[in-house]
């Protein structure tokens, strides 16, 4: 069986039931209103989410 390889990038899929609360357009706004990239703000929760829960 081929080794699996680990890739540096990361596509999300935004369920339908989720999307009224526009996460994506929420996450443009922070990001231009902090002079932020959304993927910069999304890597960021991912790393505050994995400590969190790590910790446990």
Known sequence: M???VISDKLSIYIPQSKMDQKPVQRL???GDKNDRSVNY???EAIL???KREEGK
């Open 2 to 4: 081929a080794k699996k």
């Open 28 to 30: 443009m706004r922070l």
């Open 41 to 43: 703000l999304v890597v």
């Open 48 to 50: 505050q989410y994995l």
